[in-house]
């Protein structure tokens, strides 16, 4: 019997079925959570425009995703496409996740042509290559009962920290303003262009919000905390292979009102920004009374 890899178990997440004009379903992974991964959700729903979109029309441009309430892992997710424009260079559609009449998340998501303009960027920050960094799973080590979440999901993404996760931090008393981690795809990915942009959308929803807890010495799994994505949002630069290694910087400029916001960019290999990230998410943090 063939023991299917993590990464062939997220193409499978990526494997929409349409059953209507412009309604796509996506299923979850074997491994439950208590909601829906919000990675998967970006992911399906930037898949379901694409499906949309005529074969040469213009690549992913711009995401950006609010979150209304939790989806049910128990239940497949139907995905509403409507085509708001189409143009020679742009094309833009508006997408909603449905589970019955309950709305789960509602999606812009922009496709505009790579155009020759005015080009800047900021420097990719100096950290280790990935190479000379330890795998996830010899951070796992000695805590698997503490963030058992964290071990027992599917890692289709090979990520290597180039400081502290977030629970070794707490335990060393380390307090992280800002996240360093190499990403890339478990494996090699298909040629087809959308399913880099969705794999990378998949992996933006991890790491992301550290920064907002680690600037406080807390961690996930260790200290009681609850949090849940209100928005996401994804601008695409430069076209990258997510099979390839990239660099996820991010960090937390602001937390307020019970939320923290989070920044990110995506820096290819060779010190390309490819893609910029901001998430804003509902985190509360409830203090042991001990």
Known sequence: MTVQSDLDKLLDLFDLTETAEDVFVGHHPEQRTP?????????????AAGRTITKGSPPVHAVHAHFIRGGDTSAPLEYH??????????ANRQV???????????????????????????????????????PLGEH?????????????AIHPIDIRFANDPTWKARESGERIEKNRVWMRADGVLPDDPLLHVAAMCYASDTTVLDS????????????????????HS????REFRFDDWMLY?????????????????????????????????LIKHFPSRD
């Open 212 to 231: 907002v807890i680690s600037t406080h010495g807390l961690s996930w799994g260790i200290d009681r905390l609850f949090a849940a994505t209100v928005n």
């Open 81 to 90: 496409v409507h085509r708001s424009r189409d143009a020679r260079s742009f």
């Open 35 to 47: 909601r829906t991964f919000g990675g998967q959700l970006l992911a399906q729903g930037v898949l």
């Open 96 to 134: 909603t996740a449905m589970q019955g009449d309950a709305e789960i998340v509602t999606m812009l998501v922009a496709f505009q042509d790579n155009a020759a303009g005015l080009e800047h960027a900021v420097e990719i920050p100096e950290v280790p290559y990935p190479e000379h960094l330890p």
């Open 234 to 237: 994804m601008w695409f630069h």
């Open 140 to 152: 796992f080590k000695g805590y698997e009962d503490r963030i058992a979440a964290f071990v027992d």
């Open 249 to 281: 910087a991010t960090e937390s400029p602001v937390a307020a009102g019970s939320r923290g916001l989070a920044s990110g960019r995506f820096f290819t290999r060779d010190g390309v920004l490819a893609t910029t990230v901001a998430q804003e998410a």
